[in-house]
């Protein structure tokens, strides 16, 4: 998967940088336009599919290597089976070892063992971090809202600071957060972002209007999270 820096142009980050100016041009509000890769390691989904890998591989050997043959040596009488526990004890750790690190590799291969819930709980931690992190909360006017985008679990996280939701209601953000995310499903990270950002503009636009000195505290540009 690649990371949400790699997917932003030099020109892609200038056009997401000139949308959040043009829209703080008509208001006193901070928009902080960020995109992370993920919002969650997922470890519970690698474990699972580890143990997925681990069946399937116990399948093969069994089908293909089990078997029934005379015991061996003067004492032996019998017979004994010959795929014993130390080729299946092998068989579980070079599975389960190997599945996890493949869906670490591939964070595709998580998505089946993830719940929606779950996500929705990773982005939901993640923009609540990144609000702390680039300093959205404790503008002047408090009025600062952050964008958060996340790209694996295709989820949009909008948040404002307090002055904000006094007057806006977080069901307002909610539709623009599924507006942009419906619209991650058509269009290019850079186009989500901007759409974003102008839905955002509109509505501190109509609370809070441009005021007379008004001063551009936080930087225009998209910020990224690579890490999780």
Sequence with gaps: MRRASELFTVSERAAVEKAVADAEAKTSGEIVPVVATASGRYDRAEDLFGVLCTLVLLVIAWVFFQG????????????????????????????????????SLFPTLRLPFVTRGEMAAEVERAAGEAFQRFRVRGTKGKTGILIYISLYEHMVRIMGDDELNRLVAQSDWDAVGRAVADAMRRGSACDVLIEGVSRCGVILADQFPIEEGDVNELPNEVRFVDAV
């Design 68 to 103: 029934v043959v005379p015991a061996e040596g003067d004492w032996e009488m019998g017979q004994r089976i010959q795929f014993g526990l130390i080729p299946v004890l092998l068989t579980v750790l070079v599975g389960f070892c190997g599945g996890t690190v493949l869906a």
